[in-house]
């Protein structure tokens, strides 16, 4: 008899943990990613990573994600995808099938979104991303894939609107980008946006992405009088860029580059060299947005750089922007159903986040621009639209600086 009741007892107690074991289980929402842990693409992967965490961490402390009154948990599956487009879509199958992820967060770049987002749409598994901002993302007909960056070819449209206002007003521009899909887009459209504003293209050059010698290219430049370079290429590229323009005395009224000038890398990188070079970016630490996992911008940003020791950029302001929808648009569908999700998440309108109200085109990319940066006394400042910092234009000489 003592046995009989002794097993039951036991009985009993391994139901309620099995049972309470499950429930918790349950009481989770997975969101899995497939980004750059390593190489060409790992350090600015990183900054995505590092965002995720921290925004999955803030809505966790929130009390989670409420679904129809039963409060879930976001956790987070990571694999590396090693910077290869093909790695990342095979992992990203891994997340749908083996880990039986809920959601996807993107990768970072636009040529292994365009894959990862692919396998995605095969599952009918919505994928935000912030890392990837070509057209060809979005212009497959892809119902599942929703992006946070503004079009490629918009990027630098501000920057040449800031050069319109400037004095002296340079006639003469040189435009490099690499052979990706994100920085193609980026050239050709600023190509068109530069000669629809009346300057001369004087050299319009593809270079091998991962590129590292830039002399023939500064040289061409150089030589052809560009009185302004804008470069659309990545951090490694960027840092090259720079340090050879110096060896060649190359010092146009302004530098530009797309990827770089916001991280906190490419300025320890290059050190003093880094400072007047102009950048543009989705999102500047200047803004203040109010916030719906922070309270607003600021307290966003100081309360990552006290966690990560770096200030946060457009890339990490992105991937926080990222898990905040999915919260807004899981909690509005009042389901973890994949399509009502979906659904939800292509109706976002006006979500206010640190990275600005949140609202997509029917082909789901961001309704969005650009703002100007430049390096300044080491810090990135927003110079256009106005924010308070004055631009240093044109730029002083290499041996004045």
Known sequence: MFYRKLFLMLASFLLVFAFSFTAYAENVIKLGSAISFTGAKSRTGKLYVDSYKFAVERVNEMGGVNVNGKNYKFELVFYDDKSDPTESARLVEKLITV??????????????????????????????????ASTKIFDKGNEYIFGTLP???DYFRSTLEF???????PEKIAILYADDKFDVDVGEGAKAAAEEMGFKVVEFEKYSEGASDFTSAITKAKDAGA????????????????QQSKELNYSPYLLALTVGPSE???????GKDA????GVASWSAEM???????????????????????????HNASGIADVAIYKDAIERAGSLDPQKVR???????????????????????????????????????????????????????????
Do not use: C
């Open 99 to 132: 880990d039986k992820v809920d959601f996807l967060l993107g990768p970072y770049s636009s040529g292994i979104t365009i894959p990862a987002s692919i396998v995605a749409r095969r599952y009918r598994i919505p994928m935000i991303e912030g890392g990837g």
């Open 151 to 153: 079009r490629a070819g």
């Open 163 to 169: 050069l319109t206002k400037q004095n002296p007003k």
């Open 227 to 242: 009185e302004a370079t804008l470069v659309a290429g990545h951090t490694e590229e960027a840092i090259n860029f720079v």
């Open 264 to 270: 906190a890398d490419f300025r320890k990188a290059l």
């Open 275 to 278: 400072e007047y070079i102009y």
């Open 288 to 314: 203040n947005f109010e916030g719906y996992l922070f309270e607003d911008t600021q307290a966003f940003v100081k309360q990552f750089t006290d966690k990560f020791g770096y200030d946060p950029d457009y």
């Open 343 to 401: 659904d939800a998440i292509a109706a976002t309108s006006g979500l206010k986040t640190i990275y600005g109200p949140i609202d997509f085109m029917d082909n789901g990319q961001i309704i969005g621009s650009s703002v100007v940066l430049q390096i300044l006394d080491g810090k990135v400042r927003q110079v256009y639209p106005a924010s308070g910092y004055d631009a240093v234009y044109p730029v002083p000489e290499w041996d004045k600086r």
